[in-house]
């Protein structure tokens, strides 16, 4: 069982920047396959980042170049970078845990309550 809490969201205007965090309880950490995902007003969660155990990476199409995940085992965190924000970026960001795969929705287990960040234009 893992429990994960996010902050880092809020208000900016399009071109700043935002860190978003996502701190886990429990253990194994270093297991799983982490992942971001952004919900939109009326719209799906989607998975716009992901970090595996042994650190790959992915991202969104629509984030690639702007956005940065990481992690770091040894604070049982993972984050997630946004630079050069859009309007379009606004949303509700999830955290998640992945005990399987990593690319899809249906592979996380675990879910954070989200931050919101709202990006101003």
């Known amino acids: 069982q893992v429990q994960l809490a996010e902050s880092g969201g809020g208000l900016v205007q399009a071109g700043d920047s935002l860190r978003l965090t996502c701190a886990a309880s429990?253990?194994?950490?270093?297991?799983?396959?982490m992942g971001w995902f952004r919900q939109g007003p009326g719209e799906e969660r989607r998975l716009i980042s992901a970090i595996s155990r042994n650190n790959s990476t992915l991202y969104a199409d629509h984030v690639k170049g702007r956005f940065i995940i990481s992690r770091d085992n040894a604070k049982n965190t993972v984050y997630l970078q946004m630079n050069s924000l859009k309007s379009e970026d606004t949303g509700n960001y999830y955290c998640a845990a992945a005990r399987g795969g990593w690319a899809r929705n249906y592979d996380y287990d675990f879910w954070g309550q989200g931050t919101q960040v709202t990006v101003s234009s």
């Open positions: 429990g253990h194994f950490f270093s297991s799983y396959n």
